[in-house]
C-alpha cells in the first residue's frame, strides 16, 4: 500500500523556518522523482519544488529559489523542504508526489501559515 505522509507544518512568523518531512512507503522510493506541491484558499495548486530520483536535478519556482530547498533521504525514502525566509504568501497546504512515468502518488498534506 503506496502511502506519503508529511509533517513539518505550523505556525511561523514571517522570516522564519520550517522543515518538512515527507515518509513514503509502498514502492520503490529511490526509483520515483519526488514533488512538493503547494495549495492556498481560492488559488490554483502549484508546483514548488521538485528532485530527480537519485537527487541529481532539482528544480524550484521562481517564488521560492534562494529560499528553499529539497533533498531527499532514500535510505529513509523521505524527501525534505527546508524553507527559510518565510513570506506570509507562502501560507498554504503542502503536499508531497512521487511520480514515475506519468504515475504520481499523492499525500494528504500538511499545513503551513505564515503570520505575525
Known amino acids: 500500500q503506496v502511502q506519503l505522509v508529511e509533517s513539518g507544518g505550523g505556525l511561523v512568523q514571517p522570516g522564519g523556518s520550517l522543515r518538512l518531512s515527507c515518509a513514503a512507503s509502498?514502492?520503490?522510493?529511490?526509483?520515483?522523482?519526488m514533488r512538493w506541491y503547494r495549495q492556498a484558499p481560492g488559488k490554483e495548486r502549484e508546483l514548488v519544488a521538485a528532485i530527480s530520483s537519485f537527487g541529481s536535478i532539482v528544480n524550484y519556482v521562481d517564488s521560492v529559489k534562494g529560499r528553499f530547498t529539497i533533498s531527499r533521504d532514500d535510505a529513509k525514502s523521505t524527501v525534505y523542504l527546508q524553507m527559510n525566509s518565510l513570506k506570509p504568501e507562502d501560507t498554504a497546504v503542502y503536499l508531497c508526489?512521487?511520480?514515475?512515468?506519468?504515475?504520481?502518488?499523492w499525500g494528504r498534506g500538511t499545513q503551513v501559515t505564515v503570520s505575525s
Open positions: 508526489t512521487a511520480i514515475r512515468n506519468r504515475l504520481e502518488y
Open positions: 509502498g514502492f520503490t522510493f529511490s526509483d520515483y522523482a
